[in-house]
């Protein structure tokens, strides 16, 4: 983190992907970790409703207790910041007060086995063959970071919607290529929980974790960059997160929007 000193900031999570693209990577957690998956696709499977997904196995009204309880069982790193427990369940929990309690869930899984070393994995069930993602080799030994640290691919946050909802946001961004943050403005769009097992491939070593290491991510619903959000999050931050991470995605985002007007 580079500086010990931390400070409050409170943040508009509305139209917002967050993202666990820093992991901890001892076996301990690792372990915990994929357990904390396990238990939420049998939690999606017994209370939620199966439905057909290009993405993998998909999950509708999930209630948002079952999301809550992953995300506090899953042991967040650190250094990645927007995941982390107490001001995400924060949020979850208000959106469940404002009867936006009810949850798509996906467990994401490549349609065809491809390049990765491992798996095919069941998942409380569920088969899932994993997604390669490359690491950055220079970051310190506690933990390992994606590469741009992203871990979702592009069009994931499709998963949920009607092929009549995609449509209608696609056709309103102008641009040719379409930012995920477009489904998350769908009205009427549900949270998204993806669910992520990633074969990690170190350049020297190759797959870093024979069984897989999990990761999540969460689509917000809404318009990003909403200028009177109705609640925000309080977050405890490194101010050089603060100014690389943070504020870069919001650059992205407007670099996006540039594009398409331009």
Request: glycine share 8%; hydrophobic share 40%; charged share 25%.
């Amino acid at each position: 983190m580079r500086t010990g000193r931390r400070v409050l900031r409170q943040i508009n999570l509305v139209g917002r992907l967050v993202e666990t693209a820093i992991l901890l990577k001892d076996a301990t957690t690792v372990n915990q970790n994929l357990a904390a998956v396990q238990a939420m696709v049998s939690a999606a499977k017994a209370h939620g409703k199966n439905t057909t997904s290009s993405f993998g196995c998909l999950w509708k009204d999930v209630p948002a207790k079952h999301v809550i309880a992953f995300v506090e069982d899953f042991r967040n790193h650190p250094a990645s910041q927007l995941t982390e427990a107490v001001p995400l369940t924060d949020y979850i929990k208000w959106l469940d007060d404002q009867q936006k309690g009810r949850w798509d869930v996906i467990l994401v899984s490549l349609g065809t086995e491809g390049q990765s070393r491992i798996g095919p994995l069941l998942i409380s069930g569920c088969k899932v063959i994993p997604q390669i993602r490359t690491i950055d080799a220079e970051y310190p030994s506690n933990g390992i970071a994606l590469k741009k640290r992203r871990v979702a691919s592009r069009g994931l946050e499709k998963a949920g919607l009607s092929k009549e909802e995609i449509r209608k946001a696609e056709m309103a961004y102008e641009s040719k290529n379409k930012p995920d943050r477009i489904y998350r403005s769908v009205e009427g769009r549900s949270p998204l929980l993806m669910l992520h097992i990633l074969d990690c491939q170190d350049a020297k070593i190759g797959s870093m974790f024979v069984g897989g290491i999990a990761a999540y991510g969460i689509g917000f619903p809404g318009q990003a960059g909403s200028r009177m959000p109705e609640k925000l999050v309080e977050y405890i931050v490194n101010p050089i997160w603060w100014k690389s991470e943070y504020l870069g995605l919001i650059e992205e985002e407007e670099e996006e929007d540039e594009e398409s007007m331009g």
